[in-house]
């Protein structure tokens, strides 16, 4: 539905109200920047920049799965060969191909323009998942007009936005904002296809657009992250089928043009992944990454529940709004938009919740869908007014326990108490309590402006300021300035004891994983050579090099933190005799 179209929302029943005092300066901007969708979308992108860009370009590579993602990718371009998916020799099957040429093709164009050391900056590899959780935000808007009005839309795709989960998503170089973009693609086609047959709407040439977008969409979510987005689209439909005992309305997306669409982009690939490597693809992305997560995959497992606990701190600052919005939302259920909103929510979530491996990326595709149905219960002014209100606190309580958690972790890892961070923790501690001093019913837009303001300095503090300045957490970045630094050409290296991924794509590809006797042997067999010790392995290493009778300088150490495995490292470097 669009804005010229007033269909009962949520159970209110209302038209659409402004919100009192929507003269205060806040307002004032927010209406200006939302008066027409050119300026919405442009308000935005800048929001989302606003909010993505601190620390993107400045935290070094995070272990593990950024830096395994990147350094594959890596590998691609070195070696030219864009089908197969390697970590240094070994293959990497568990995603297929779709995010690696993405950050092949920034990585490429990087090098194009001039970028020195294009290969080993991971902000290049991360401009995907940048650009992804942008284009998710533009979809949320563009999918809510087809619930509320495009002040509703403009809010719930500034909740988007400013949620924690896609903050942290848009600055990795991953596959989790990528498949949030497709995602809300789909089900924004999706939407208007089901809308449009639930007003009897009967047109005698259905348009092409929302098909076009639903199939190829699919698509390149298959090719992101394999069969997980028909997941959220086809448990939809299938409640959506159930509640309306039809689902004539999906003949609209014209179903046998779309799957041959679909397969066309799909299929090349991976019949030349399996005429590579035959079935060794699909047995480790199928069976080894995705049905093994119907276990505690990796030490990650958790009861049922723990992602209704973590929304309230990933989908912050929205999350106060969802909990007020949800009896309204309820009770509307079986209203078209809101119906649709919970097929795509609930059955996705029940599955999540029901598995054992719970990662908190996991639900972010759900998010829009919250969002949208928190935007329109606010827009109609029926928030909860019991004891769910006194969440509105949480607008400020975030802000100050987080930044105290922050500043009390940089003390204790750096002893340091990054002072340039705390003017940005305080402001956002003091639009916090604005938004919750001032939350009322007709207020709520302004205390969620509020908190949007909050989430973005400390987005500023905490990814722009403190975590560039915890250089004990990445210790392969202080190990690869110590090999850049030497005047030797052609640096080699062995890693015994610290193996982390972070360590290959910081130094190079052929980067030796041994243990502390081969590092050894890898020492003793020329110049310019280097072995990365860990203090564990040193012990190991002493013994060989006097067996071998090898001749190695005093080390330098570089003192570090394995976040990890979450315990501390001390790497000593021994170079080769003669090598300086």
């Not at 028909?230 to 003949?251: E, R, T, Y």
Request: hydrophobic letters at 55%; a positive charge.
């Amino acid at each position: 539905m669009v804005e010229s179209l007033q269909p009962r929302r949520f159970g209110a029943g209302q038209q659409s109200v402004k919100p009192a005092h929507s003269g205060r300066r806040l307002s004032m901007a927010f209406e200006f920047a939302t008066a027409s969708h050119g300026r919405s979308a442009l308000f935005l992108v800048l929001a989302c920049l606003v909010l993505f860009l601190p620390g993107f370009f400045t935290i070094p590579p995070i272990d593990r799965d950024e830096v395994r993602f990147a350094q594959a990718t890596k590998q691609m371009v070195e070696t030219g060969d864009f089908v197969d998916i390697r970590f240094q020799d070994d293959v990497r099957y568990k995603k297929p191909v779709g995010i690696y040429w993405l950050q092949a093709a920034t990585l490429k164009t990087a090098s194009a323009l001039g970028l020195p050391r294009a290969q080993v900056r991971i902000w290049v590899y991360r401009v995907p998942s940048l650009l992804g959780a942008i284009g998710a935000v533009l979809l949320t808007y563009w999918t809510a007009l087809a619930f509320v009005t495009r002040r509703g839309a403009a809010l719930a795709a500034l909740m988007m936005a400013s949620c924690v989960l896609l903050g942290v998503e848009a600055r990795l170089a991953k596959t989790d904002a990528v498949l949030l973009f497709t995602v809300t693609a789909a089900m924004g086609a999706m939407a208007r296809v089901y809308l449009s047959w639930q007003h009897g709407e009967d047109p005698a040439h259905p348009p092409w657009g929302p098909p076009a977008v639903f199939w190829t969409a699919l698509a390149i979510g298959i090719l992101i992250k394999g069969p997980l987005i028909l997941m959220f689209v086809g448990l939809a439909i299938a409640l959506l089928a159930f509640l309306d005992k039809s689902a004539a309305w999906f003949l609209r997306l014209r179903p046998v043009w779309g799957l041959t669409w679909m397969l066309v982009l799909v299929l090349p690939w991976f019949v030349m992944i399996f005429l590579r490597a035959g079935e060794t693809f699909f047995a480790d992305s199928v069976g080894g990454d995705m049905l093994s997560k119907l276990g505690a995959q990796e030490s990650h497992g958790a009861p049922p529940g723990v992602y209704l606990l973590l929304f309230w701190i990933t989908f912050w600052p929205g999350a106060p709004l969802a909990g007020m919005a949800a009896p309204a939302v309820w009770r509307a259920r079986r209203e078209p938009g809101a119906q649709f909103l919970l097929a795509w929510l609930i059955p996705s979530w029940i599955v999540f919740e029901a598995v054992l491996t719970k990662l908190p990326h996991y639900v972010l595709p759900l998010y829009p869908a919250i969002a949208i149905l928190t935007a329109g219960a606010l827009e109609r002014r029926v928030l909860s007014r019991s004891w769910l209100v006194r969440g509105a606190a949480w607008w400020f309580v975030v802000p100050a326990f987080g930044a105290v958690i922050v500043i009390v972790g940089a003390i204790k890892l750096i002893h340091q108490p990054v002072f340039p961070a705390w003017p940005f923790f305080a402001v956002a501690m003091v639009f916090g309590l604005i938004a919750w001093w001032l939350f009322e019913d007709s207020r709520a837009e302004r205390s969620l402006l509020n908190a949007v303001i909050a989430a973005a300095l400390m987005a500023v503090g905490t990814y722009g300021v403190v975590l560039p300045r915890l250089t004990t957490l990445f210790p392969s970045q202080e190990i690869a300035r110590a090999l850049r630094n030497v005047t030797c050409v052609g640096p080699k290296a062995a890693a015994a004891g610290f193996h982390e991924p972070s360590l290959v794509f910081m130094t190079d590809t052929s980067t030796l994983l041994t243990d502390g006797s081969g590092a050894a042997d890898f020492l003793g067999q020329g110049t310019c050579r280097f072995a990365l010790v860990e203090q564990r392995s040193e012990r190991a290493f002493i013994q060989r090099a006097e067996a071998i009778g090898l001749r190695y300088n005093a080390p330098v150490r570089v003192e570090g933190y394995n976040i990890s495995q979450g315990k501390a490292v001390s790497i000593a470097i021994f170079r080769s005799e003669g090598t300086e």
